[in-house]
């Protein structure tokens, strides 16, 4: 089946700085989604996104399809970003999402 | 914002026992899928659910589990006979076209003791 690989795995950022979260993935996919696992387990659907640029705020994504790989900017980060970065993919016609390793994020005052 | 409900938050089960997940997914939606995450671990998908019937599912997805929607707005999940290793936090999600729109329930923690 089709691997999906995040990087970092771990990140501790200042409150105020900016990151780039990379999903890297090893074959062609349908579509591609970010998430976000805040502190209490909730998985928050960041973007839908299975090729160009979106920008949601302080989010932006991009993902190039061509060369099997997305990532996920968070600029001015808060400590409300803090928690676990996914992103998934889609192959084949059935939804069925395979979720990357993750990117564990925690944001210091 | 429509959202995704599971209950209950948490179950502590015996093992052995059947425990039965339940969700409600966004009205409007036709697909729905359970996925499990093993305390720190990544999400794997178990099965997807189309006009009533799975449209896929994993090697997780084995004899022991069973999906169901009995009426026009619940989707649960069944675990026949618990074992140790079931113990993990499942997401019910649904989508309206496809993938897009995906949306997840906030999970039920199960611990099987």
């Known amino acids: 089946g089709i691997q999906v690989e995040q990087s970092p795995p771990d990140l501790i950022l200042q409150e105020g700085a900016n990151s780039t979260l990379r999903c890297n993935f090893s074959?062609?996919?349908?579509?591609l989604q970010w998430f976000h696992q805040n502190p209490w387990g909730q998985l928050i659907n960041l973007f839908y996104?299975?090729?160009g640029t979106k920008q949601n705020g302080r989010l932006s994504a991009t993902t190039v399809a061509t060369e099997r790989y997305s990532l996920l900017y968070i600029s001015s980060s808060q400590t409300t970003d803090s928690g676990v970065y996914f992103c998934?993919?889609?192959?084949?016609?059935?939804?069925?999402?395979?979720f990357g390793t993750g990117t564990q994020l925690k944001v210091e005052l | 914002e429509p959202e995704v409900t599971q209950t209950p938050s948490h179950q502590v089960t015996q093992m052995g026992q059947e425990v039965i997940l339940r969700c409600v997914p966004i009205?409007?939606?036709?697909?729905f899928y359970w996925y499990r995450q093993i305390l720190g671990q990544k999400v794997e998908f178990l099965v997807s659910?189309?006009?009533?019937?799975?449209?896929?599912k994993s090697e997780i997805f084995d004899d022991q589990f069973s999906v169901e929607r009995p009426d026009g707005s619940n989707f649960t999940l069944k675990i026949r006979s618990t074992k140790l290793e079931d113990s993990a936090m499942y997401f019910c999600?649904?989508?309206?076209?496809?993938?897009?729109?995906?949306?997840f329930g906030s999970g039920t923690r199960l611990t099987v003791v």
């Open positions: 996104i299975p090729s």
């Open positions: 009205s409007n939606h036709l697909y």
């Open positions: 659910f189309y006009n009533n019937e799975i449209s896929e």
């Open positions: 074959d062609s996919v349908n579509n």
């Open positions: 998934a993919v889609e192959t084949g016609g059935g939804n069925k999402l395979t």
């Open positions: 999600a649904s989508s309206a076209a496809g993938a897009y729109g995906y949306t």
